[in-house]
């Protein structure tokens, strides 16, 4: 099962019995015994570097309870699933019952009169099916982080810089930028939701609220976006599902064939449009294309040949082949199981305007201003750390479930300068968002807001005090883990941003061209 | 008059100035690739070319981890022949090297960036979209 390889397998072991749903409260590190005096050699994408076995009173949260985007995890992090599972259980009951009934009644019978290697290769290919169907789901298939605060900041300010982008009329253009890839002209859209341009073949999906690295499309069959890191498993899934229905298929036919020369029940149908689905992906692989890419038309409108193109494309069906199945299996980005760094301001919820400014050191000064007196804690640190937070000021109160506007997405004019931020600095009880992640989003169509929840120890508040920088030992373990509170880490906090989201890239179901009609046994 | 700061002194004096983002260079495909254009605000601090020295041979690192190879390929081979199964009990190859730019990155902090005043953060931790290098801000009496 794919999960990314996000845990080492030490800690599997460690954490094996605790398949805690959702809100976990294990403390659970045995695995984690990093002597804070030692240099630490953490290893990426499991755990995270500078944060020590927590041997603290309060509860650490592990990084997925605070993930911003809709998904589902289970098994402390392990397995993630979108929150919208669509029928996922229903393709798997669909697969179980019909290769039960195919080794119920028809194996027997084959067995006696043809061979017995019938079971054997239905076994085979259904464990495949099954295998392949559950690691696409359970794996995340390539979720970008959204950016932290800092990162938000700093490109608003790139932005916003004359000369970087276009026009100054009242609507700016939408933000995009554009690069060069293979004497290509590549657009590159700015997520409003993950505050990010989006790498090249990057797309926001709405219905996950994530963008996903070579986003193919949302399935929801499987119950989880198709992306760059599930989609060689997606691909065996069809592939694999492909042959065991057309086996299914063929034996049934000669199992009737055989046994009453009589009426067939055909189910053509599910065979041929799942041996459909396998064909196109089969043609999307050997010309490196993503489902969106297709359907978009991205590269086939440009030149006459899709070949030429494609920037992506290695112009060999062969490599293209090899890049996209056999590829390097890209690691997970969103760190599921690592450990929320510790917030630094224990203060109340409050809500604090920013004014518009494209200054960076009025926004620094004000804000930290403000929270230094709302923190009431001491500030050993006179320098403000800069934070340009542009936008006039408009106060947004997160309000859940409001409306994402359909048209939105990069194309919409966020407004050059224009988003507001509300700051909230919040108390760390606050900070423990529900696992689904959004019910504090407050989203506007139109206007230039953004909405931050914000939490206080990412860099704005210059006061570390609840944290202190620790004094002893010498070596850059103890810097890092100094540095961690004002290192925010990338999902901790949790920007509370637009449900921006490019509707043509992201809700993109195969479905409706290819309909898998497991449905018709 | 030194300008040198021990990791210590950062610890005790440690002033977040500001942070500079390294955004990812994109002309090449979708590779991980770092831009190498040096920031303006590091230039008081650091020497260009140490700068450029410490993104190109991260580059160097991620082009080795997402390299195309014989290796790569079998890996993906034999992944798909046991129903990627295998990438429960296996270390990928680029896991491995991501380990070996975490130590990198480590090794370059402390000899190089921690005594002038920065710190690198592991893309990793920021999703491989940018290299965030923390300026500190020089507080020690020279």
Same mark, same amino acid.
């Given at each position: 099962?794919?999960?990314?390889?996000?845990?080492?397998?030490?800690?599997?072991?460690?954490?094996?019995?605790?398949?805690?749903?959702?809100?976990?409260?294990?403390?659970?590190?045995?695995?984690?015994?990093?002597?804070?005096?030692?240099?630490?050699?953490?290893?990426?994408?499991?755990?995270?570097?500078?944060?020590?076995?927590?041997?603290?009173?309060?509860?650490?949260?592990?990084?997925?309870?605070?993930?911003?985007?809709?998904?589902?995890?289970?098994?402390?992090?392990?397995?993630?699933v979108s929150r919208q599972s669509g029928v996922l259980p229903l393709t798997l009951g669909l697969i179980l019952v019909t290769s039960g009934l195919f080794f119920i009644f028809d194996c027997p019978f084959l067995v006696k009169h043809l061979t017995s290697g019938i079971p054997v290769i239905g076994g085979v290919l259904f464990v495949f099916v099954v295998i392949s169907l559950l690691q696409t789901s359970f794996t995340d298939p390539g979720i970008l982080p959204r950016a932290t605060p800092e990162e938000a900041a700093d490109i608003e300010k790139q932005i916003d810089n004359p000369g970087a982008s276009s026009s100054s009329t009242y609507r700016p253009p939408p933000r995009t930028k554009e690069i060069v890839i293979?004497?290509?002209?590549?657009?590159?859209?700015?997520?409003?939701?993950?505050?990010?341009?989006?790498?090249?073949?990057?797309?926001?999906?709405?219905?996950?609220?994530?963008?996903?690295?070579?986003?193919?499309?949302?399935?929801?069959?499987?119950?989880?976006?198709?992306?760059?890191?599930?989609?060689?498993?997606?691909?065996?899934?069809?592939?694999?599902?492909?042959?065991?229905?057309?086996?299914?298929?063929?034996?049934?036919?000669?199992?009737?064939?055989?046994?009453?020369?009589?009426?067939?029940?055909?189910?053509?149908?599910?065979?041929?449009?799942?041996?459909?689905?396998?064909?196109?992906?089969?043609?999307?692989? @050997? *010309?490196? =294309?993503?489902?969106?890419?297709?359907?978009?038309?991205?590269?086939?409108?440009? !030149?006459? +040949?899709?070949?030429? /193109?494609?920037?992506?494309?290695?112009?060999?069906?062969?490599?293209?082949?090899?890049?996209?199945?056999?590829?390097?299996?890209?690691?997970?980005?969103?760190?599921?199981?690592?450990?929320?760094?510790?917030?630094?301001?224990?203060?109340?919820?409050?809500?604090?305007?920013?004014?518009?400014?494209?200054?960076?050191?009025?926004?620094?000064?004000?804000?930290?201003?403000?929270?230094?007196?709302?923190?009431?804690?001491?500030?050993?640190?006179?320098?403000?750390?800069?934070?340009?937070?542009?936008?006039? @000021? *408009?106060? =947004?109160?997160?309000?859940?479930?409001?409306?994402?506007?359909?048209?939105?997405? !990069?194309? +919409?004019?966020?407004? /050059?300068?224009?988003?507001?931020?509300?700051?909230?600095?919040?108390?760390p009880a606050d900070k423990r968002r529900p696992r689904h992640g959004s019910s504090k989003r407050a989203t506007s169509s139109h206007s230039h807001k953004h909405v931050h929840t914000h939490k206080p120890a990412n860099g704005t508040a210059s006061s570390p005090a609840p944290s202190p920088v620790p004094a002893l030992a010498p070596d850059l373990s103890t810097l890092q883990q100094a540095a961690a509170p004002f290192l925010s880490s990338s999902s901790s906090s949790t920007p509370v941003g637009l449900k921006r989201s490019s509707s043509s890239s992201g809700s993109h179901r195969r479905e409706r061209r290819d309909p898998k009609l497991t449905s018709q046994h | 008059m030194a300008e040198t700061h021990s990791l210590q002194d950062l610890r005790q004096q440690a002033a977040i100035a500001s942070k500079v983002f390294i955004q990812r260079d994109y002309t090449s495909g979708t590779i991980c690739k770092f831009q190498t254009k040096f920031p303006s605000e590091l230039e008081t601090r650091i020497d260009k070319q140490q700068f450029e020295e410490t993104i190109q041979t991260l580059n160097n690192l991620y082009a080795e981890a997402e390299k195309l190879g014989g290796k790569s390929y079998l890996e993906g081979c034999l992944a798909c022949l046991t129903a990627y199964t295998i990438f429960l009990c296996m270390e990928t190859h680029y896991e491995k090297v991501l380990k070996k730019i975490t130590k990198y990155i480590q090794e370059q902090n402390e000899k190089v960036y921690a005594p002038l005043g920065l710190l690198l953060t592991d893309p990793i931790e920021r999703g491989l979209r940018v290299v965030e290098i923390t300026i500190y801000e020089d507080r020690s009496s020279r």
């Open positions: 099962m794919g999960r990314g390889k996000d845990a080492q397998p030490s800690s599997d072991k460690d954490n094996g019995g605790a398949l805690a749903r959702g809100h976990s409260t294990m403390k659970n590190c045995e695995y984690q015994q990093i002597d804070p005096q030692a240099l630490p050699t953490p290893t990426p994408t499991p755990t995270p570097p500078s944060q020590p076995c927590p041997e603290k009173t309060k509860k650490q949260q592990r990084k997925w309870e605070v993930f911003p985007g809709k998904n589902r995890f289970y098994c402390d992090g392990r397995i993630i293979n004497q290509q002209v590549v657009k590159l859209k700015y997520c409003f939701t993950c505050k990010i341009f989006r790498p090249p073949r990057t797309s926001h999906c709405s219905l996950c609220d994530n963008c996903v690295e070579r986003f193919d499309h949302h399935c929801p069959w499987v119950g989880n976006c198709v992306g760059k890191r599930n989609y060689r498993f997606f691909y065996c899934f069809i592939v694999s599902l492909s042959f065991l229905t057309a086996f299914i298929f063929g034996c049934v036919t000669t199992h009737l064939a055989l046994r009453s020369r009589g009426k067939l029940v055909v189910c053509f149908f599910s065979v041929w449009s799942i041996l459909g689905l396998s064909g196109f992906h089969t043609y999307l692989v @050997a *010309s490196n =294309l993503t489902t969106n890419e297709d359907i978009k038309g991205s590269w086939s409108g440009k !030149s006459g +040949s899709e070949d030429t /193109g494609n920037p992506y494309s290695y112009h060999n069906i062969f490599k293209n082949c090899c890049v996209v199945l056999c590829g390097p299996m890209p690691p997970s980005l969103i760190d599921r199981r690592g450990y929320v760094p510790e917030d630094s301001l224990p203060s109340a919820t409050v809500e604090i305007q920013l004014p518009a400014a494209k200054n960076d050191i009025n926004v620094t000064a004000e804000t930290s201003k403000v929270l230094l007196e709302l923190a009431s804690a001491p500030a050993p640190l006179a320098a403000p750390v800069p934070v340009s937070v542009p936008g006039p @000021a *408009s106060k =947004l109160p997160p309000a859940p479930g409001l409306p994402v506007d359909p048209a939105q997405g !990069s194309t +919409s004019a966020g407004g /050059g300068g224009g988003s507001s931020s509300v700051l909230n600095v919040s108390s | -």
